[in-house]
């Protein structure tokens, strides 16, 4: 007698020795199931995973090119609490960000596809990570490489042009071009100096070695210390700062929430007109049953056009117009920034117009449910 395989036999037996990451998630985005491959992959366990937001783990908005792609992003949609009518318009494979649990993304091919009994509405997803082999990632290596190499040699030429035209002919300028020549060297060694610590801070967080001390902060204190540190750059916008009162703590590593809060700042002045307004503003959510801090950075600079919006967070991700152009940057501070949310269990999203570009920010209110589970982080 020839005895049949059960089909739920062979799906657990797939999906648990398979070598490609396998979610399921329900209509609304929230994941009910995860094999090893992908727990392994996120640095986290099956048990942690279940009950997430798989927008957490798989963020389908960034692709490798910075491309966006508006039929796919309908499908995503309705993973994540949008209308079901457009689930069925559209499946395949594209590249999305796998988020692990340090905040780093590695780019992935991935299919998310509807899950249906016959009906026009998906009872869930199914989505399946086709993890990158180890020749990509030496790619991948390579590229960033050959990135880093191309952005420290601009501040090094210059400080090497300066340097020798000063020994060599150094008697023939006067003490006024001379200082110039020196304040030149001086602030491309700035540049190099800032270059060097946020590819440190890239490489703590991909390698996860980025400690964490997460404890109770009281936002408004972060704001204005942050606000007072980058006074001198600010003396030509008008920095506003809303904390309405009674606005519960932070629960993060303060020395991260400051460099969140700093790089959000700092480039809301950079990248918008002097006599211009940055505003920050803080306001208590509740957000899947969770208390949440939300603050919001916002500047009236020229915008960010929407196809370029989701390659913000990318490393060395520089847009082409004349302000950014104009304004020395490493291009890795919004991927460091987007990075350290996660980390802090967060979440972060920009929108933008012609005069105003909001960066909003979400994290754990510091909460006593919050605060127990992971104060041994």
């Known amino acids: 007698m020839i005895s049949v395989i059960k089909t739920e036999d062979i799906y657990r ?18 994941v009910t199931s995860c094999n090893p491959a992908f727990a392994k992959l996120v640095g986290r366990s099956e048990s942690e995973i279940i009950g997430q937001r798989l927008s957490g783990m798989v963020d389908f908005e960034t692709t490798d090119n910075g491309a966006k792609e508006s039929r796919e992003s309908k499908l995503v949609a309705t993973a994540f609490g949008g209308t079901a009518t457009d689930a069925k ?15 780093a993304d590695l780019s992935m091919l991935v299919s998310h596809v509807p899950i249906t ?22 790619q991948a290596q390579t590229e960033f490489v050959s990135t880093v190499s191309h952005e420290l040699r601009t501040p090094l030429t210059s400080i090497k042009g300066f340097a020798d035209t000063i020994l060599r002919a150094g008697n023939k300028f006067d003490a006024s071009q001379q200082r110039r ?12 100096t800032r270059l060097v610590e946020d590819l440190l801070a890239v490489s703590r967080l991909e390698s996860k070695r980025m400690q964490l001390t997460m404890r109770a902060i009281d936002l408004n204190e972060a704001v204005h210390r942050v606000a007072r540190n980058l006074a001198d750059k600010a003396r ?23 460099q969140i809060l700093t790089n959000l700042i700092d480039n809301a002045i950079k990248y918008s007109p002097p006599k211009t307004v940055v505003t920050v503003v803080a306001r208590d959510v509740l957000d899947e049953s969770q208390e949440m801090v939300e603050f919001s950075v916002s500047d009236q600079g020229v915008g960010i056009a929407e196809e ?12 082409d117009n004349p302000l950014v152009r104009q304004t020395e940057g490493t291009g890795l501070g919004l991927y460091i920034t987007r990075s350290l949310v996660l980390a802090l269990g967060g979440q972060i999203k920009v929108t933008s117009s012609p005069g105003n570009t909001t960066f909003t920010v979400r994290l754990p209110a510091a909460s006593l449910d919050v605060q127990l589970p992971r104060g041994g982080d």
């Open 117 to 138: 009994n016959g009906s026009a509405d998906p009872q869930g997803f199914i989505t399946i990570v086709y993890i990158v082999q180890a020749n990509s990632v030496q």
């Open 89 to 103: 318009e559209e499946t395949g494979t594209r590249v999305a960000s796998i988020i692990n649990r340090a905040g």
């Open 13 to 30: 037996c797939l999906t648990q020795h398979s070598a490609d990451g396998i979610v399921l998630s329900d209509r609304d985005g929230t």
């Open 236 to 258: 030509e916008h008008k920095l506003t700062i809303n904390l309405p009162a009674g606005l519960p703590p932070v629960f993060a590593d303060a020395d991260r929430l400051e």
């Open 181 to 192: 020549f020196v304040g030149i060297i001086k602030d491309q060694a700035d540049r190099l």
């Open 308 to 319: 370029h919006l989701p390659q913000i967070f990318s490393k060395f991700s520089r847009l």
